[in-house]
């Protein structure tokens, strides 16, 4: 017999609760949870079919290189790790209007262009509206098909029935199952949407994208165990009234989580950006304090951006800190480290860091290039629009090396700078064939000498 009864879910991670508690014990978030019902049906011992199960030998066990699918979309392959691989699950999450439903409008082209079959679900708009976003795309295939549809036993139904190549659903929050009282977009309704489109993804080899809603903290909403399931988790990034977006994977099972996409919202949807340094580095000015170009490593390309400090004096008794683009602990942590080992007094300045272009960056890398914007702006002193610098610095003020220094070089002389200042454990004889000028440093005290110097 079936037992109803209700039980408490946390909305941030999804932890369970005879009862309600004001804070979550798994994600210490406060007031999270909501009181939703559920049915458990009692089951009997397991099936002699399963007990029958025997483990397999790794070695026994034969495997076939998998066959990717390529969007057509240079940028989204490399962040997929070289293509969709079929029968996979990817969840797509980002702030509302950032483009999640263009870009996979877009890759629904690209593919039904290939003459595969491609079946759109849509819990939130008409069959019009997406018609409108489809017609400023540009021409579709008559390989795409478009359904309007809330109820999962319905989609099921259809999906088994035509039989697509790729399903994409906007978005998995839209949803629900009658068996389950909970209202669409729950906890309980999210979960039981999200197991069922697995099942019908790796049973039938058909690839799912999933659209799923972010919170304001900036991460998918419902149950953490989303994550979980999905075979990739993708995030646009950007300010919604910018031009750029910045697609990440942050779980990737067929390929790196350290690759980046970047797009350009345009008229006619969104463009891929085939030189993202190039990009990140116009409009910037030339010969003023406080500004140095940096080269950081995103998955294996090089990516350059600017790094821009302003520290002026302050008028109150707290000196004030901003960081936009980076940590902001981080930005604290260095310029501690310059008072102590430079002996520069920045406790009565405020201090804004910004790395230009909105990308944020977690690379450590970065930190000689905020080093000397704060020394060029504390010191007013102009910096070569010809100079990049890249490095991480330690608490004790020695810059280490940093990985891939290669092909930051290559992608400053690739852009016409003429002088790096490097971590001098980075130098090496193959470095010599360069045509910059490299200036290799071992703590603060050089890169200061080089700076006042100039």
């Keep these: 017999m079936a037992k109803n009864r209700t039980v408490f879910f946390c909305q941030n991670c999804g932890y369970e609760s005879a009862k309600w508690m004001g804070q979550c014990p798994a994600c210490r ?79 629904c082209q690209k593919l039904s262009a290939q003459h595969r079959k491609i079946f759109y679900i ?13 017609d400023r795309i540009g021409r579709f295939e008559d390989d795409v098909l478009l359904l309007c549809e809330t109820d999962l036993e319905a989609v099921e139904n259809v999906i088994l029935k035509e039989r697509p190549e790729m399903v ?6 839209t949803m629900y199952k009658n068996d389950i009282g909970s209202a669409p977009g729950s906890v309980s309704q999210v979960r039981e949407s999200t197991n069922v489109l697995m099942n019908i993804a790796k ?61 350009e919202m345009a008229g006619e949807g969104l463009k891929e950006v085939k030189d993202p340094s190039k990009y990140m580095l116009s409009g910037r000015p030339e010969n003023a304090s406080g500004s140095v170009v940096t080269c950081v ?19 109150f008794n707290m000196p004030r800190r901003t960081a936009a683009g980076m940590d902001y602990n981080r930005v604290n942590l260095l310029m501690a480290v310059v008072e102590k080992r430079l002996g520069i007094s920045l406790g009565s300045c405020d201090a804004y860091v910004n790395i230009a272009g909105g990308v944020r960056i977690n690379d450590p890398s970065i930190d000689l290039a905020v080093v000397c914007a704060i020394l060029s702006s504390y010191k007013n002193i102009p910096v070569s629009d010809r100079l990049m610098v890249f490095g ?39 470095m010599s064939a360069s045509k910059m000028l490299l200036q290799g440093v071992e703590n603060l005290q050089d890169i200061y000498k080089i700076l006042t110097a100039q």
């Design 122 to 134: 849509s819990g939130e708009e008409s069959l019009g509206q997406i018609k409108l976003r489809a």
């Design 203 to 263: 049973t039938n080899g058909i690839t799912i994208f999933i659209v799923g809603h972010v919170t304001k903290e900036g991460v998918v909403a419902g149950p953490r165990v989303l994550e979980h399931m999905v075979d990739t988790v993708l995030y646009f990034e950007g300010e919604r009234h910018a031009a750029y977006r910045l697609l990440r994977s942050v779980k990737n099972r067929f390929g790196s989580t350290n690759e980046m996409g970047v797009f």
């Design 29 to 107: 978030q406060w007031n999270t949870f909501v009181e939703e019902p559920v049915t458990k049906t009692a089951s009997g011992r397991q099936t002699s079919r399963t007990a029958s199960k025997q483990p397999s030998k790794l070695s026994g066990i034969q495997t076939e290189k998998e066959e990717r699918i390529k969007t057509g979309i240079d940028e989204l392959d490399r962040v997929l790790g070289g293509g969709i691989v079929p029968g996979s699950m990817i969840l797509v999450g980002g702030d509302p209007g950032i483009g999640k439903s263009t870009l996979l409008l877009q890759v």
């Design 392 to 430: 991480e610095v330690g608490l004790v003020g020695e810059v280490r090396a940093v990985r891939q220094a290669q092909l930051c070089i290559r992608e400053g002389e690739k852009l016409g700078f003429d002088r790096c200042i490097l971590p001098k454990a980075n130098m090496d004889p193959q």
């Design 168 to 173: 994409v659903i906007d978005s998995i929050q």
């Design 297 to 315: 490593m995103e998955g294996t390309r090089p990516m350059m951006v600017e790094v821009q400090a302003l520290v002026c004096r302050t008028n």
